[in-house]
């Protein structure tokens, strides 16, 4: 654990050194929860959001994608039942007076659990070697069923405590568990209390006229609330899908672990309308849709996990959460959740205009049933920055730190380096950036030895370095590096353009 949490210490500030991501305000000694994307980051949120948009809208042709407001009409959030239940169970520690989520200390107790179960299972796999059976193990041990049972029974008692808001009995649990405050260690709680996460603000210029309302916490309703817009207008027959992705706000109890959780961070969000009584086969459909999606990526199936939810939302009738293995521990990076027909009902009670879809092969009107995909952009920035830090020793015992980034969402795919900083070279180099420039983020550089410069390029994650040299000069070839072998090809200029575009693929 110790080892992770420097490994996510170092990826934190290398984002920083190295142009991914600022700390908000700095100067000003920052704002908490708040970051900027810098250079790099901001081409490497950029591509995620349009390889996600290109996946969802481009390569459907039952979806589209909108971009609704941030302001929205009060009366949404009070239709959507985010002003009377988006809360959080706050605790505070008196001695250390820090704030916490009540049940954010107990998921933390029951990945210490977790953690131990894991640690028997290594014990055991080393024992037995090839013999080893996970799977009958994890079933038949008494050590690790005894953990499994408690996270159970923890978890249990946790959600029926969130259900039915008994904020004593979670207390109690919390209490139960000698669960210390990270800071002070002490069990010096307060009682809990409900917290709303929305952030509001005042529409109109004068005081008494000026009504609240709220910054959007999801980009969802204001896909609901278009249903019947977008549906018209682009003549959309069920099952089709609306899409979008934007900003989204919430007043976070404890912001932490960098980029994971913010209080102003972007969704990408879609949801699938479709007749009532199919709406399980879309939640299978969109769940490995989107597992394939990030799979194809080509980050490790490892790092992934489904996390199907036992403690259902009153609305919902199935919901899973993808989690990625952060450098922290598996975390929800993406959900997706069939919501019956609540959202539209909802909405057609509160405003009182009919959301409803009349299906010809059916012959009947009906409010459509929705499946939602809603993935943080930010979240998946983390999850692919995590994944792609990696530190290296190298052969001549020199050591490189690299951003294994997918070379289909890198920020610069190009780096065009003239060797020396003379003899016709960088003359030559520019020429070269200057074709390539209209089809990938080039970068140009001259500063500095060229092994320098490669080091640079792989700690933002460029995959290919063109060199220009003296051979470039006399026969018209460059030389190509790739970044995670390091390996070197030449080949002529004519080809660079190709040679990067079917890398790329
Ligand atoms: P969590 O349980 O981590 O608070 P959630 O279940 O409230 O998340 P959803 O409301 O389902 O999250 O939002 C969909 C997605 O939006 C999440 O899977 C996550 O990737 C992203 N997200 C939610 N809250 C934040 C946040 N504060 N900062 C960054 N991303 C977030």
Same mark, same amino acid.
């Given at each position: 654990?110790?080892n992770?949490e420097?490994?996510f210490?170092k990826? @934190?500030?290398?984002a =920083?050194?190295?142009?991914?991501i600022?700390?908000s305000s700095?100067?000003?000694d920052?704002?908490?929860? %708040?970051?900027?994307?810098a250079?790099?980051? *901001?081409?490497?949120?950029?591509?995620?959001?349009?390889?996600?948009w290109k996946?969802?809208?481009?390569m459907?042709?039952?979806?589209v994608?909108?971009?609704?407001?941030?302001f929205?009409?009060?009366?949404?959030?009070k239709?959507?039942?985010?002003?009377? *239940? &988006?809360?959080d169970?706050?605790?505070?520690n008196k001695?250390?007076?820090?704030?916490?989520?009540a049940d %954010?200390?107990?998921?933390?107790? +029951?990945a210490?659990l977790?953690a131990?179960?894991?640690?028997?299972v290594?014990?055991a796999a080393?024992?037995?070697g090839e013999?080893?059976?996970?799977e009958? &193990?994890v079933?038949?041990?008494g050590? %690790?069923?005894e953990y499994?049972?408690?996270i159970k029974?923890?978890?249990r008692r946790?959600n029926?405590?969130?259900?039915?808001?008994d904020?004593?009995?979670l207390?109690?649990?919390?209490e139960e568990?000698?669960?210390v405050?990270?800071?002070s260690?002490?069990?010096?709680w #307060?009682?809990i209390r409900?917290f709303?996460? /929305?952030f509001?603000?005042?529409v109109?210029?004068?005081?008494e006229?000026?009504?609240?309302i709220?910054l959007r916490?999801? #980009?969802?309703q204001?896909i &609901? @609330?278009?249903f019947?817009?977008?549906?018209?207008t682009?003549?959309?027959?069920?099952p089709?899908?609306i899409?979008?992705t934007? =900003?989204? $706000?919430?007043n976070?109890i404890v912001a932490?672990?960098f980029? $994971?959780?913010?209080?102003e961070?972007?969704?990408?969000? /879609?949801q $699938? $309308?479709c007749?009532?009584?199919?709406? /399980?086969e879309?939640?299978?459909?969109?769940?490995k849709?989107?597992m394939d999606?990030?799979?194809?990526?080509?980050m490790?199936?490892?790092?992934?996990?489904f996390?199907d939810?036992?403690?259902?939302a009153?609305?919902?009738?199935?919901? #899973?959460d993808?989690e990625f293995n952060?450098?922290f521990? &598996?975390?929800e990076?993406e959900g997706?959740h069939?919501?019956?027909?609540y959202?539209l009902?909802r909405?057609?009670e509160?405003s !009182?205009?009919k959301?409803?879809?009349?299906? #010809?092969?059916?012959?009947?009107?009906?409010v459509p049933?929705v499946v939602?995909?809603?993935i943080g952009?930010?979240?998946?920035?983390?999850?692919?920055?995590?994944n792609?830090?990696?530190?290296?020793?190298?052969e001549? !015992?020199s050591?490189r @730190?690299?951003m294994k980034?997918?070379a289909k969402?890198?920020?610069?795919k190009v780096?065009?380096?003239?060797?020396?900083?003379?003899?016709? /070279?960088?003359e030559k180099a520019?020429?070269?950036l200057? +074709?390539?420039?209209?089809?990938f983020? +080039?970068?140009y550089?001259?500063?500095?030895t060229?092994?320098?410069r490669?080091?640079?390029q792989?700690a933002?994650g460029?995959p290919?370095c063109i060199t220009?040299?003296?051979d470039?000069l006399? !026969?018209d070839t460059?030389?190509v590096?790739e970044?995670?072998t390091?390996?070197?090809e030449r080949?002529?200029?004519?080809e660079?353009a190709?040679y990067?575009?079917?890398?790329?693929?």
């Amino acid at each position: 654990m110790a080892n992770h949490e420097e490994q996510f210490k170092k990826l @934190v500030s290398h984002a =920083k050194e190295y142009g991914f991501i600022f700390p908000s305000s700095e100067i000003y000694d920052g704002l908490a929860a %708040v970051y900027d994307y810098a250079q790099y980051g *901001a081409e490497l949120k950029k591509n995620i959001r349009d390889y996600w948009w290109k996946s969802m809208v481009q390569m459907h042709e039952n979806i589209v994608g909108i971009d609704s407001g941030i302001f929205m009409h009060p009366t949404i959030w009070k239709a959507s039942g985010h002003v009377d *239940a &988006f809360n959080d169970p706050m605790i505070d520690n008196k001695d250390s007076k820090k704030r916490y989520r009540a049940d %954010v200390l107990i998921e933390d107790y +029951c990945a210490k659990l977790e953690a131990k179960i894991e640690k028997e299972v290594e014990k055991a796999a080393r024992k037995y070697g090839e013999a080893f059976n996970k799977e009958e &193990f994890v079933n038949t041990n008494g050590r %690790v069923l005894e953990y499994a049972n408690r996270i159970k029974e923890i978890s249990r008692r946790m959600n029926h405590d969130l259900e039915t808001n008994d904020l004593a009995d979670l207390k109690k649990l919390i209490e139960e568990l000698e669960i210390v405050c990270p800071i002070s260690g002490s069990r010096n709680w #307060t009682d809990i209390r409900q917290f709303n996460l /929305m952030f509001s603000t005042k529409v109109g210029s004068v005081s008494e006229e000026a009504n609240t309302i709220y910054l959007r916490p999801e #980009t969802a309703q204001g896909i &609901f @609330v278009n249903f019947l817009n977008v549906q018209k207008t682009g003549r959309m027959k069920i099952p089709f899908g609306i899409a979008q992705t934007g =900003k989204a $706000f919430r007043n976070e109890i404890v912001a932490r672990q960098f980029i $994971f959780r913010m209080r102003e961070f972007e969704q990408m969000e /879609m949801q $699938f $309308f479709c007749a009532p009584g199919t709406e /399980m086969e879309w939640f299978e459909y969109w769940k490995k849709e989107r597992m394939d999606w990030h799979l194809s990526l080509g980050m490790p199936a490892g790092n992934y996990r489904f996390h199907d939810h036992e403690k259902l939302a009153h609305y919902a009738n199935a919901a #899973t959460d993808i989690e990625f293995n952060f450098m922290f521990g &598996f975390k929800e990076l993406e959900g997706i959740h069939s919501r019956t027909d609540y959202d539209l009902s909802r909405h057609q009670e509160f405003s !009182g205009k009919k959301l409803q879809y009349f299906d #010809t092969e059916r012959n009947e009107s009906y409010v459509p049933y929705v499946v939602e995909t809603s993935i943080g952009l930010d979240r998946m920035c983390l999850a692919v920055m995590s994944n792609a830090y990696t530190e290296e020793k190298l052969e001549d !015992g020199s050591e490189r @730190v690299v951003m294994k980034i997918p070379a289909k969402i890198a920020p610069y795919k190009v780096a065009v380096l003239p060797l020396v900083k003379k003899d016709g /070279m960088p003359e030559k180099a520019r020429e070269i950036l200057h +074709c390539l420039q209209p089809l990938f983020m +080039c970068q140009y550089e001259e500063k500095d030895t060229i092994g320098r410069r490669y080091r640079r390029q792989d700690a933002i994650g460029t995959p290919f370095c063109i060199t220009v040299d003296t051979d470039t000069l006399s !026969g018209d070839t460059v030389t190509v590096r790739e970044r995670d072998t390091m390996a070197q090809e030449r080949i002529s200029i004519k080809e660079i353009a190709s040679y990067i575009a079917e890398k790329l693929k």
